[in-house]
């Protein structure tokens, strides 16, 4: 991943040297050597700072477990929902579609989110970009993995 695609509190996969895989990012660094900084919660539930570099990290994918963990509720066949006083999040999963038991799309992820002054929908497929686009209509849903 590229340090540009994170903001802070992003979580990521990180895939070097941390027994703990799932950081959130605390700190971006602008310097050359592009360092990223985050927290993770041991097995104990002790936090604990971490440093660990761009091209270690991967997205963590949008699941229906992450998104029930954290509120959603399971609508229709393909759709987790989140409302609150304010607005509404919608989550639409994208069906695999199989050809001769060849995968023809990597499943994806279609999120609509309504408020009273705006509507927003976009394709993505991992939480940071969930987090991203909470963040963006103003949303503070802390999200839990």
Known sequence: MKATELQIGDWVYV?????????KIRELSNDDNTVLRGIYVNKYGVENNSVFSPNDTEPIPVTP??????????????????????CE?????VPK???????????????????????????MSAIHELQQALRLCGIEKEIIL
């Open 97 to 123: 579609i199989k050809i001769d038991n060849i995968d023809l799309i990597e499943p994806a992820s279609n999120v609509s989110i309504s408020g009273a002054l705006f509507d927003i929908n976009m394709s």
């Open 89 to 93: 999040v919608r989550v639409s999963f």
């Open 15 to 23: 895939s070097k040297n941390f027994t703990q895989k799932y950081h």
């Open 65 to 86: 477990e992450i998104l029930e963990k954290n509120g959603f509720k399971k609508g229709n066949r393909h759709n987790y929902i989140y409302k609150d006083d304010y």
